[in-house]
């Protein structure tokens, strides 16, 4: 199963509003990522994400972040 970046950072993170507390970004943002634009996740929010999951050792690189990736169900 293929998902999206966004669907794929927020799964990482351990959900929405983990995602957002982590890289400082309203739920509602992060949320909307999923909803519009195919996942697509705005270029300053990726460098914050890979900061953070860097820092968190979540497995999360920049192709994930372009592409998202091949998941387990």
Avoid: H
């Avoid at 270029?43 to 860097?54: E, G, P, S």
Wanted: glycine residues 10%; aromatic residues 6%.
């Amino acid at each position: 199963m293929r998902k999206n970046p966004a669907e794929y950072v927020i799964e990482v993170f351990g959900g929405v509003r983990a995602a957002a507390s982590a890289i400082g970004r309203s739920p509602g943002a992060v949320c909307n990522w999923k909803r519009l634009g195919n996942g697509f996740i705005p270029n300053q929010a990726q460098q914050i994400i890979l900061k953070v999951a860097r820092r968190r050792k979540l497995p999360i690189t920049p192709l994930d972040l372009i592409c998202g990736r091949d998941v387990q169900k």
